[in-house]
């Protein structure tokens, strides 16, 4: 009889460390889920903001190539205005 105690006893120690084991695999389970999803969310945000420098760069590159343009346009217009003001005298006042 005193045997057949101690061995559910023994029984009812290893469930209840199974148990215990058991429900502190789930809040691992569950805390690993909640950082994948926290890390997805600040991925997908890395990933806009990296989307926007990339846009931003290519604005930045396209209106440094629009500036060149229109400052070429510009030193030609002068030039020639120059031009036409050594051709015909400068303006009469």
Do not use: H, P
Request: aromatic fraction near 4%; include cysteine.
């Amino acid at each position: 009889d005193v045997e057949t105690n101690f061995v559910e006893l023994l029984l009812d120690l290893k469930v209840c460390k199974i148990t215990k084991a058991l429900k502190k695999q789930r809040c691992v389970d569950m805390s690993l889920l909640e950082s994948k999803k926290i890390a997805s969310q600040y991925q997908k945000v890395a990933n806009k903001c990296n989307s926007g420098m990339e846009t931003s760069a290519e604005a930045t590159e396209k209106a440094e190539m629009t500036l060149v343009s229109q400052t070429k346009l510009t030193t030609l217009w002068e030039l020639r205005a120059s031009s036409k003001m050594t051709q015909y005298g400068s303006v009469k006042e």
